[in-house]
């Protein structure tokens, strides 16, 4: 079995570029260790914290659509969906364990932790 680090996504909107074409589908790879600690120095970063999330995922979204060159210009266009998306699939493959609810069986009533797949669970609803 080969170890993931990369993950294909679709964004639930989308990107629409300069020339009117939607990209939807893209690659997210894992985070480095760099990835969280550069950006920190970043002057966009040390003025206004929330700007990491934009350069963390301009590092980590290595494709969207025919788009090649993911920069912080084109991570500022997404629509508010796409970019929660983003951050929660960030989320997800960065974290070491997938999150639980707990959960009961409707016949019998046994308790019992269940993980969220949110990747699956997208691609389901979709």
């Given amino acids: 079995m080969a170890f993931q680090t ?6 639930p909107r989308g990107f629409v570029d300069d020339n009117g074409n939607l990209h939807r589908r893209g690659v997210m790879r894992l985070a480095t260790a760099a990835d969280e600690i550069l950006p920190m120095k970043d002057p966009r970063v040390q003025s206004n914290p929330s700007y990491l999330t934009i350069i963390l995922m301009a590092r980590v979204v290595t494709r969207l ?3 090649r060159h993911i920069d912080t210009k084109l991570i500022e266009k997404l629509f508010t969906a796409d970019l929660a998306y983003l951050q929660n699939l960030y989320r997800q493959i960065n ?7 707990l959960t009961a069986c409707p016949k019998c009533e046994h308790e019992y932790e269940v993980s969220i797949d949110f990747l699956s669970l997208t691609e389901a609803l979709s």
Wanted: aromatic content about 12%.
């Fill in 95 to 101: 974290d070491l364990e997938a999150p639980k609810v």
């Fill in 65 to 67: 659509g025919d788009l």
């Fill in 6 to 11: 990369e993950y294909e996504f679709e964004l």
